[in-house]
């Protein structure tokens, strides 16, 4: 029973949460302790710690921009997005949901051998599950075109990770 067993509580999340997320949390649990407390002791029963490693923020907001670059009418349209990292990396897996979320075409991908030479991508779903090749990254419909990605990378994955990729 909050009203009973609610005294005091500390938030400290994982550091590869979304920011926003972890604010909106933050928020609702500073209401809940303010409208019990009062806001002059809310130091006394509340404390929040930032825990968000700043590498995987900056990620994040990268990947947002992209995503906003991509679906605003005046934006330069993406083919996809490209997010390489460890399938096993919570922060390169969150890296892929925010584009999925928004409708935006991405892939996951651990290495750059999932990008075949007969035009398909083994990669990581929001789900987890790993999709074999039969996904066409070039347009059949448009052959000599050049690609338009956006790349980014989990905050532990090498750069010559990257640089195999593309």
Known sequence: DPHKDLQKIGLANQTTMYKKETRAIGQLFQKTIMKKFGPDLINEHYYE???ICDATQVRQDAIDELCDMHLSEEGPKLD???VVGGFD??????????????GV????INQADCI??????????????IIEGETLLLPKDEPGRKLRI?????ASTPDKE???AL
């Not at 075409?105 to 996951?108: A, D, K």
């Not at 075949?116 to 599950?129: F, L, M, P, Q, Y």
């Open 49 to 51: 710690f930032d825990t």
């Open 80 to 82: 996809f997005i490209l």
């Open 89 to 102: 990396s919570s922060n390169t897996a969150h890296l892929l949901e925010i584009p999925q979320m928004r």
């Open 105 to 108: 075409r991405s892939y996951h």
């Open 116 to 129: 075949s030479a007969e035009n398909t991508i083994r990669h990581r779903n929001v789900k987890g599950d």
């Open 150 to 154: 956006g790349v980014t990378s989990g």
């Open 162 to 164: 990257v640089v195999d």
